[in-house]
């Protein structure tokens, strides 16, 4: 079973807000990494990193993306929301998070389509 799930819309228009959250289903993950961190997938392309989130509450976002990305975490719920504004259909992508700032648990991705 996975030890992380992405969800959130399948289909997004351009120019409004993406909203992904990372759930973690069975209660308990097997890393004591406090970092929630956030990839994406383009279709062809390799892994881009988005950006990720301390204990503290502290972000870390890949230049590309700072203007637009803003990820929060729940300590309470256990999970972690990624939030990205102002769409194109460039974000299409796999949506992964993963627990670590170099994520040694990830989730399984979801699949979002930015189109008119």
């Known amino acids: 079973q996975v030890q992380l799930q992405e969800s959130g819309p399948d289909l997004v228009k351009p120019s409004q807000m993406l909203s992904l959250t990372c759930t973690v289903p069975?209660?308990?993950?097997?890393?004591?990494?406090?970092?929630w961190s956030w990839i994406s997938q383009p279709p062809g392309k390799g892994l881009e990193w988005i950006g990720d989130i301390n204990y503290l509450g502290g972000t870390s976002y890949s230049p590309s993306l700072k203007s637009r990305a803003s990820i929060s975490r729940d300590t309470s719920k256990n999970q972690s929301t990624l939030e990205l504004t102002s769409v194109t259909p460039e974000d299409t992508a796999v949506y992964f998070c993963g627990k670590g700032r170099i994520p040694v648990v990830w989730g399984q991705g979801t699949q979002v389509t930015v189109s008119s």
């Open positions: 069975g209660g308990t993950i097997t890393t004591s990494d406090n970092y």
